[in-house]
């Protein structure tokens, strides 16, 4: 079994009947999302709340039980990925250009476990990008004010064109040497105009299940 298919289960023995489950994207979350899938079969009742089109296509397919997110207030327990974690369990998303929608769930959720193989732990957050969530409108001034908090802006670009979010914005990718207070960065990123969210993840994680380099599963409370 995989890294990313081992943690991914791991994090579904959390899951009890009855539950409101915020399912997260990517490509670790997928092997946590077909376990669920599995577990549903079998008996599990629970409903979801899916944090990407991509992730709504693939349950509807495994017959998980969705909510719209407006149906909800909060939710019971939300399984995401992580481009990156530090040992405080902040975390960068975005990678997948679904950050919005994959924070807005984590926001509601009482516990918000995150799934990462090893190579995601970082002593310090920086070394991958940080996507940055923008309005098309104005986006290259966009990039300039955020460039002002030193970091180094790109658009994130497909062919040749502007990547689109699920939520019709496009995505920066800011690379900063070094983030050593993520709580205070989200604040002074999140004032910029223009900006409709970013993909730090300050002080949201409850758990997060990493493999170790022998193999076995780590838990991070």
Do not use: H, W
């Not at 939710?75 to 990925?81: K, M, N, P, Q, Y």
């Amino acid at each position: 079994m995989n890294p990313k298919q081992l943690v991914g289960e791991k994090a579904t023995e959390y899951i009890k009947d009855g539950m409101i489950v915020g399912l997260g994207t990517g490509s670790t979350a997928v092997y946590a999302i077909q376990k669920i899938g599995q577990l549903v079969k079998d008996g599990l009742k629970i409903q979801a709340v899916p944090t990407s089109k991509a992730t709504e296509q693939l349950a509807r397919e495994l017959n998980i039980p969705l909510l719209d997110i407006d149906q909800v207030r909060s939710i019971d327990l939300a399984i995401d990925g992580a481009d990156e974690f530090d040992p405080q369990k902040n975390l960068i998303k975005g990678g997948g250009g679904a950050l919005l929608r994959e924070k807005i769930v984590a926001s509601i959720s009482k516990e918000f476990i995150c799934i990462a193989d090893l190579s995601k732990s970082s002593p310090v957050l920086g070394s991958y990008p940080l996507p940055v969530e923008v309005t098309p409108f104005a986006s290259e001034l966009t990039a300039y004010l955020l460039s002002k908090l030193g970091c180094t802006p790109v658009l994130r670009t497909v062919n040749g064109t502007p990547f689109i979010t699920d939520n019709q914005n496009y995505i920066i990718d800011c690379k900063f040497e070094k983030i050593e207070d993520p709580a205070t960065l989200t604040i002074k990123l999140n004032q910029i105009p223009g900006v409709v969210e970013n993909g730090l993840f300050a002080n949201m994680a409850t758990r997060v299940i990493c493999n170790t380099p022998d193999g076995e599963i780590q838990v991070i409370e």
